[in-house]
């Protein structure tokens, strides 16, 4: 079985685009997840006012299964797009993985 790892990392919504952009760019990488995240914190000093009202900052979460061997890479590509920013993360390994249901190219139903 092919080891595999699951790198989470929260984004601000302004840097969605220029993380997608790296990650596209990265060829050992075959495709990530995008999705919206709330993120809700008891140190509301880093909302602006708007997040103070409302009691949450807009997120993007962004998940790429990934081999060990290309963690530092990926993280090298990644660190590039922060700037001083400082993003939260987390790398998970994952027990598990395929695909439920229908045929993948290349697979044959006989």
């Given at each position: 079985m092919d080891e595999q790892q699951l790198l989470v990392l929260i984004v601000p919504a302004q840097m969605k685009d220029d993380m997608v952009d790296a990650l596209i760019a990265n060829p050992d990488i075959s495709g990530f997840t995008l999705s919206s995240a709330a993120g809700y914190s008891r140190e509301h000093s880093h909302f602006n006012l708007r997040e103070q009202v409302e009691g949450y900052r807009s997120f993007c979460r962004l998940e790429v299964?990934?081999?060990?061997?290309?963690?530092?890479?990926?993280f090298t590509a990644l660190a590039g797009v922060?700037?001083?920013?400082?993003?939260?993360?987390?790398?998970?390994?994952?027990?598990?993985?395929?695909?439920l249901g229908g045929e993948r190219p290349g697979e044959s139903g006989a």
């Open positions: 299964l990934h081999r060990p061997g290309q963690r530092a890479e990926l922060c700037g001083g920013e400082a993003l939260r993360y987390w790398v998970s390994p994952v027990v598990e993985q395929g695909h």
